[in-house]
């Protein structure tokens, strides 16, 4: 798979260049207080972006109906995330109810 | 920051310290980049690539967005900017941790930057507070989450592979599982759980779109500049 490979690539040389360059450059100086309060509000929309679409669709349609497992999975995902704070123990909950559910409805 | 720099032979700093500091780490890495392993392996990563991809980046949420969107089919191009963004955060926590590490030679300066990660920095950050350790003690509780972020995701992959319907199992819920748990813990407040919710409606919306691609590019710049100028109104 040739995209795997140019993404790992790219990927590697922009964790490297974003880490280095306030050491390299900005080592002493600020960044400014609307730019921090920007990238702050970044990670967490970003995130429910990626999670929205892959939660309530299907083939490229909405899909809420009792049928998406993921939906009914994620309903009980979060409230173990929320509950424990523990990244390891929401991802194996999911993956076992998800596992447990297509084993129950075929 | 400016704290006092520990000697190289500080007996304070021990091989046997330095280990176990970096164990809660490492055993944090471990599964989740196993079940990224696995998401790569579905998506017919050699192991070079593999290898590649986890040792070369250190970072969960941008690879588990990485790979969530090779699978929907995206192009690298796509997927590279979103990863920077979603990164961005390393940039402040490398300026954040800079001054302390001022004693050090530039070279060691930028190669530790390398590892800078959400957990390395909570570790080093309170550290560095009242002591600098000496850079070979800081490098060895960096080397062992990298070691352990890169055979997870390589076992990972090879068990994927071994595995040959994966969704019997569930494991196509690991990376949702994951967003799920990184989205649950970085919610600190109602501004932020709007603005989750906000971007998951215009990533939403727009992966039904033409514009599916800038999917969560514009989400991602659009939730942070409104979070922006809610916190400036506040404030004024």
């Given at each position: 798979m040739q995209d795997a490979l140019i993404i790992a690539l790219l990927m590697a040389i922009s964790n490297a260049l974003i880490r280095m360059i306030p050491v390299?450059?900005?080592?002493?100086?600020?960044?400014?207080?609307?730019?921090l309060i920007w990238l702050k509000y970044v990670p967490v929309p970003v995130l429910c972006a990626m999670l929205a679409p892959d939660l309530l669709t299907e083939n490229g349609a909405l899909n809420i109906h009792f049928s998406?497992?993921?939906l009914w999975v994620a309903v009980p995902s979060f409230l173990v995330a929320y509950k424990s704070k523990n990244m390891f123990l929401t991802v194996l909950?999911?993956?076992?109810?998800?596992?447990?559910?297509?084993l129950l409805v075929p | 920051m400016t704290a006092r720099a520990a000697k190289l032979t500080d007996p304070n700093f021990t091989v046997p310290r330095a280990l176990m500091a970096s164990l809660p780490i490492v055993a944090a890495y471990l599964p989740v980049a196993f079940t990224l392993g696995i998401a790569a392996g579905q998506l017919h990563f050699s192991i070079f690539e593999s290898i590649l991809f986890f040792g070369g980046s250190l970072s969960g949420s941008a690879q588990s967005i990485a790979l969530q969107m090779l699978r929907n089919g995206l192009s690298p191009m796509t997927i590279w900017p979103i990863t920077i963004i979603v990164n961005l955060r390393y940039f402040l926590m490398s300026s954040a941790l800079a001054p302390s590490l001022s004693v050090w030679p530039k070279p060691l300066r930028y190669l530790f930057s390398l590892f800078v990660t959400d957990e390395l920095f909570a570790l080093h950050a309170s550290q560095f507070r009242t002591e600098v350790p000496p850079p070979w003690y800081v490098f060895v509780i960096n080397v062992m989450p990298l070691i352990a972020w890169t055979t997870g995701g390589v076992f990972g992959h090879l068990a994927g592979n071994l595995v040959e319907d994966t969704r019997l199992f569930g494991f196509d819920f690991a990376v949702p599982g994951m967003f799920i748990a990184l989205v649950v813990m970085q919610i600190e407040d109602k501004r932020m759980l709007?603005?989750?919710?906000?971007g998951g409606a215009i990533g939403l919306l727009l992966s039904l779109s033409p514009l599916k691609s800038w999917a969560i590019l514009?989400?991602?710049i659009v939730c942070a500049s409104v979070g922006t100028w809610m916190e400036k109104c506040k404030t004024r």
């Open positions: 390299g450059i900005l080592s002493g100086r600020k960044l400014t207080p609307t730019m998406n497992c993921y909950f999911g993956v076992a109810l998800l596992a447990l559910l297509r | 709007g603005l989750g919710v906000l514009i989400s991602g």
